[in-house]
């Protein structure tokens, strides 16, 4: 199976501390597409972004930002001064055909 | 709200019984899927759907599981003879038919079955 690993179970932080999720995926596709998805305590998923393979351009949306390593099937995922409202479980995802195959997630707490 | 919706949003039933749920995709999208989500890990696919033609089947779908989305739209997700392996989140999401799609996801339905 094309596994999506996010070996960072749970991570604990300070308020206004920087952090960065891992995810390292497995595919033999040449063009695929990779997503990050948040998952609040209430429960819905929440669409973060979405890198095509093809751009290996870094992106950053506010405090996040995302590093995307096609050397090493990586992409990982960091938030600058994290906040309370941050913490969340992360999911990283690959499409692979028409279904998102995810990681475990790693559960994000932000304590004040 | 133009969101994915889901009903029920909990469902508790008796091992044995019947259980369906449906899903209402945002209105233009015309891929819908199903996923399932067990505590601790991330969701898992069952099948998708594009209008109404079901294009694929995890194996993780048995028998006991059938879903539908009989005029494109809406879909709905049956378990006959529940079993407690069977209590999780179902999530339902939809998109367009473009490039990757990035998939919207709906609330989903927590299933116990006791």
């Known amino acids: 199976a094309q596994k999506v690993t996010q070996a960072q179970t749970e991570i604990s932080v300070v308020e206004k501390e920087d952090v960065t999720l891992d995810c390292v995926y497995e595919?033999?596709?040449?063009?695929?597409?990779l997503f990050w998805y948040k998952q609040p305590p209430s429960g819905e998923l929440v669409f973060l972004i979405r890198?095509?393979?093809?751009?290996?351009q870094n992106e950053i949306s506010g405090r996040y930002s995302w590093n995307f390593q096609k050397s090493t099937s990586s992409f990982n995922f960091t938030i600058t001064a994290s906040q309370v409202v941050d913490s969340a479980v992360y999911f990283c995802?690959?499409?692979?055909?028409?279904?998102?195959?995810f990681g475990q997630g790693t559960r994000l707490t932000i304590n004040p | 709200d133009t969101g994915v919706s889901q009903n029920p949003r909990h469902k508790i039933t008796k091992r044995g019984q019947n259980v369906t749920f449906r899903c209402d995709p945002i209105?233009?999208?015309?891929?819908l899927y199903w996923y399932r989500q067990t505590l601790g890990q991330g969701p898992e696919f069952l099948t998708y759907?594009?209008?109404?033609?079901?294009?694929?089947k995890s194996r993780l779908l048995s028998d006991r599981f059938s879903a539908e989305r009989p005029k494109g739209s809406f879909s709905t997700l049956e378990i006959q003879r529940t079993e407690q392996g069977d209590s999780a989140m179902y999530l339902c999401?939809?998109?367009?038919?473009?490039?990757?799609?990035?998939?919207?996801f709906g609330p989903g339905t927590r299933l116990t079955v006791l």
């Open positions: 759907f594009q209008n109404e033609a079901q294009l694929e």
């Open positions: 999401a939809s998109s367009l038919v473009s490039g990757a799609g990035e998939q919207f």
């Open positions: 595919t033999r596709d040449t063009t695929y597409y």
């Open positions: 995802a690959r499409q692979g055909a028409q279904k998102l195959v």
């Open positions: 890198r095509n393979s093809f751009d290996e």
């Open positions: 209105s233009e999208h015309n891929r």
